[in-house]
Nanobody, 127 residues
Framework: QVQLVESGGGSVQAGGSLRLSCVASVITGSTYYTISWFRQSPGKEREGVAAFWSDGTTNYADSVKGRFTISKDNAKSTLYLQMNSLKPEDTAMYYC????????????????????WGQGTQVTVSS
Protein backbone atom coordinates (compact mmCIF):
# COMPACT_ATOMS: atom_id res chain seq x y z
CA GLN A 1 0.00 0.00 0.00
CA VAL A 2 1.27 3.45 -0.93
CA GLN A 3 1.00 6.19 1.67
CA LEU A 4 -0.08 9.53 0.18
CA VAL A 5 -0.47 12.90 1.87
CA GLU A 6 -1.48 16.02 -0.08
CA SER A 7 -1.07 19.62 0.97
CA GLY A 8 -0.82 23.07 -0.52
CA GLY A 9 -4.40 23.86 -1.42
CA GLY A 10 -5.97 27.21 -0.69
CA SER A 11 -7.90 30.14 -2.06
CA VAL A 12 -6.50 32.39 -4.77
CA GLN A 13 -7.77 34.88 -7.28
CA ALA A 14 -7.94 34.07 -10.97
CA GLY A 15 -4.50 34.34 -12.53
CA GLY A 16 -2.78 33.30 -9.34
CA SER A 17 -0.65 30.27 -8.55
CA LEU A 18 -0.56 27.41 -6.09
CA ARG A 19 1.77 24.48 -5.61
CA LEU A 20 0.31 21.23 -4.39
CA SER A 21 2.47 18.61 -2.72
CA CYS A 22 1.98 14.87 -2.52
CA VAL A 23 4.27 13.00 -0.17
CA ALA A 24 4.34 9.47 -1.56
CA SER A 25 6.17 6.56 0.02
CA VAL A 26 6.50 4.90 -3.37
CA ILE A 27 8.88 7.59 -4.70
CA THR A 28 11.79 6.33 -2.63
CA GLY A 29 10.58 2.77 -2.21
CA SER A 30 9.99 1.60 -5.76
CA THR A 31 11.41 1.76 -9.25
CA TYR A 32 8.20 1.42 -11.24
CA TYR A 33 5.17 3.45 -10.28
CA THR A 34 2.62 5.91 -11.59
CA ILE A 35 1.32 8.90 -9.64
CA SER A 36 -1.46 11.10 -10.94
CA TRP A 37 -3.33 14.17 -9.84
CA PHE A 38 -7.10 14.12 -10.07
CA ARG A 39 -9.68 16.73 -9.20
CA GLN A 40 -13.33 16.66 -8.42
CA SER A 41 -15.84 19.44 -7.94
CA PRO A 42 -19.38 19.00 -6.61
CA GLY A 43 -21.69 17.30 -9.06
CA LYS A 44 -18.88 16.38 -11.45
CA GLU A 45 -16.93 13.22 -12.09
CA ARG A 46 -13.36 12.87 -10.89
CA GLU A 47 -11.07 14.19 -13.62
CA GLY A 48 -7.49 13.16 -14.30
CA VAL A 49 -5.36 16.31 -14.45
CA ALA A 50 -1.74 15.23 -14.69
CA ALA A 51 0.24 12.00 -14.58
CA PHE A 52 3.81 11.08 -13.73
CA TRP A 53 5.56 7.84 -14.53
CA SER A 54 8.66 6.87 -12.59
CA ASP A 55 10.81 7.15 -15.73
CA GLY A 56 10.09 10.87 -15.69
CA THR A 57 7.40 10.92 -18.35
CA THR A 58 4.49 13.27 -17.73
CA ASN A 59 1.08 13.77 -19.24
CA TYR A 60 -1.42 16.61 -18.83
CA ALA A 61 -5.08 17.05 -19.54
CA ASP A 62 -5.78 19.53 -22.32
CA SER A 63 -7.59 21.78 -19.83
CA VAL A 64 -4.37 22.37 -17.84
CA LYS A 65 -1.64 21.93 -20.46
CA GLY A 66 0.76 24.87 -20.42
CA ARG A 67 -0.45 26.00 -16.99
CA PHE A 68 0.24 23.02 -14.69
CA THR A 69 3.60 21.31 -14.25
CA ILE A 70 4.62 18.20 -12.32
CA SER A 71 7.98 17.97 -10.60
CA LYS A 72 9.54 15.57 -8.12
CA ASP A 73 11.89 15.84 -5.17
CA ASN A 74 13.31 12.41 -4.38
CA ALA A 75 14.91 13.55 -1.15
CA LYS A 76 11.51 14.59 0.16
CA SER A 77 9.58 11.73 -1.47
CA THR A 78 7.31 14.42 -2.85
CA LEU A 79 5.56 15.03 -6.14
CA TYR A 80 4.53 18.61 -6.82
CA LEU A 81 1.84 20.08 -9.02
CA GLN A 82 2.65 23.69 -9.85
CA MET A 83 -0.52 25.42 -10.95
CA ASN A 84 -0.20 28.78 -12.69
CA SER A 85 -2.71 31.08 -14.37
CA LEU A 86 -5.46 29.55 -12.31
CA LYS A 87 -9.04 29.90 -13.47
CA PRO A 88 -12.31 29.66 -11.53
CA GLU A 89 -13.02 26.38 -13.33
CA ASP A 90 -9.93 24.91 -11.65
CA THR A 91 -11.80 25.04 -8.36
CA ALA A 92 -12.03 21.50 -7.00
CA MET A 93 -10.77 19.03 -4.44
CA TYR A 94 -7.43 17.77 -5.72
CA TYR A 95 -6.22 14.25 -5.01
CA CYS A 96 -3.03 12.40 -5.72
CA UNK A 97 -3.31 8.73 -6.57
CA UNK A 98 -0.66 6.09 -7.01
CA UNK A 99 -0.16 2.55 -8.10
CA UNK A 100 2.77 0.23 -8.45
CA UNK A 101 3.87 -0.33 -12.02
CA UNK A 102 3.26 1.82 -15.07
CA UNK A 103 -0.31 2.60 -16.03
CA UNK A 104 -0.96 2.57 -19.76
CA UNK A 105 -1.26 6.04 -21.21
CA UNK A 106 -4.81 5.41 -22.40
CA UNK A 107 -5.81 4.42 -18.88
CA UNK A 108 -3.93 7.00 -16.83
CA UNK A 109 -6.96 9.31 -16.42
CA UNK A 110 -9.16 6.51 -15.10
CA UNK A 111 -9.61 6.53 -11.34
CA UNK A 112 -9.89 2.75 -11.15
CA UNK A 113 -6.32 2.40 -12.42
CA UNK A 114 -5.05 3.46 -8.99
CA UNK A 115 -4.99 1.52 -5.77
CA UNK A 116 -4.12 4.25 -3.32
CA TRP A 117 -5.43 7.77 -2.80
CA GLY A 118 -4.63 10.71 -0.60
CA GLN A 119 -7.19 12.58 1.46
CA GLY A 120 -7.39 15.53 -0.94
CA THR A 121 -6.68 19.24 -0.71
CA GLN A 122 -9.15 21.97 -1.67
CA VAL A 123 -8.32 24.56 -4.33
CA THR A 124 -10.65 27.53 -4.72
CA VAL A 125 -10.14 30.12 -7.45
CA SER A 126 -12.24 33.26 -7.34
CA SER A 127 -12.92 35.53 -10.29
Amino acid sequence: QVQLVESGGGSVQAGGSLRLSCVASVITGSTYYTISWFRQSPGKEREGVAAFWSDGTTNYADSVKGRFTISKDNAKSTLYLQMNSLKPEDTAMYYCAATMGWVARWRVVMADAYNDWGQGTQVTVSS
